[in-house]
């Protein structure tokens, strides 16, 4: 049984910085890749930023580049998004995601590579 817990979400004023993390449990780092999304309400789930599990690449959304950064302890079998100079767009419930099954390809950002997805953690970014 594969498990995704995301937590560290909250509320910040527009330049703080949030840490989220993904607690990972049953198979899912023998995952190709895992990512981390959100969703605004009224809009469609959108990719933040994912990683290969082998080679390690890390892709980024245009829109955090720069802000965002997508680290991993394989110790702890945790997956962060550390995310700085947050910006009140930056609004959303983020979820991470694992690709069990090898459907991802390229940057990894689209949400039906994925098939196994954790509850999501609130973050709201006040101006």
């Known amino acids: 049984q594969v498990q995704l817990l995301e937590s560290g979400g909250g509320s910040v004023q527009a330049g703080g910085s949030l840490r989220l993390s993904c607690a990972t449990s049953?198979?899912?780092?023998?995952?190709?890749?895992m990512g981390w999304f959100r969703q605004a309400p009224g809009k469609d789930r959108e990719g933040v930023a994912s990683?290969?599990?082998?080679?390690?690449?890390?892709y980024y959304a245009d829109s955090v580049k720069g802000r965002f950064t997508i680290p991993k302890d394989n110790a702890k079998n945790t997956l962060y998004l550390q995310m700085n100079s947050l910006k009140p767009e930056d609004t959303a419930m983020y979820y991470c995601?694992?690709?069990?099954?090898?459907?991802?390809?390229?940057?990894?950002?689209?949400?039906?590579?994925?098939?196994?997805w954790g509850q999501g953690t609130q973050v709201t970014v006040s101006s």
């Open positions: 995601a694992a690709d069990l099954s090898g459907a991802t390809v390229r940057e990894a950002l689209l949400p039906d590579e994925y098939d196994s």
């Open positions: 049953g198979y899912t780092y023998s995952s190709y890749c």
């Open positions: 990683i290969y599990n082998f080679g390690g690449s890390t």
